[in-house]
Nanobody, 117 residues
């Protein structure tokens, strides 16, 4: 059973940067792709960024050009570099992967990102 553990959240001023990490207890090639989601207060969870096993990336329009998703296959870790943060980026950020064979969804516990104006 693979576990995903996020870290790196915190409080930052608008315009600042944070880097989130998602460490998998097993190989991240267990998943077709790795994703970062976020859930702002009182809102639904939304997809922020995706990275495929071959390194292809995709972003939500609201973060494109500011956020960068990357992966370190040797360390079984996925990162989300967040620059030029805005108050509307405030949310709990979750790491997600879908198992390549069972299609089971795996989620991390979430990490809080708060951007002050």
């Amino acid at each position: 059973q693979v576990q995903l553990v996020e870290s790196g959240g915190g409080l930052v001023q608008a315009g600042g940067s944070l880097r989130l990490s998602c460490a998998a207890s097993g190989s991240i090639f267990t998943f077709n792709a790795m994703n970062w989601y976020r859930q702002p207060p009182g809102k639904e969870r939304e997809l922020v960024a995706t990275i495929t096993s071959s390194g292809g990336t995709d972003y939500a329009g609201s973060v494109r050009g500011r956020f960068t998703i990357s992966r370190d296959n040797a360390e079984n870790t996925v990162y989300l570099q967040m620059n030029s943060l805005k108050p509307e980026d405030t949310a709990v950020y979750y790491c997600h992967g879908r198992h390549i064979w069972t299609y089971q969804d795996y989620w991390g516990q979430g990490t809080q990102v708060t951007v002050s104006s």
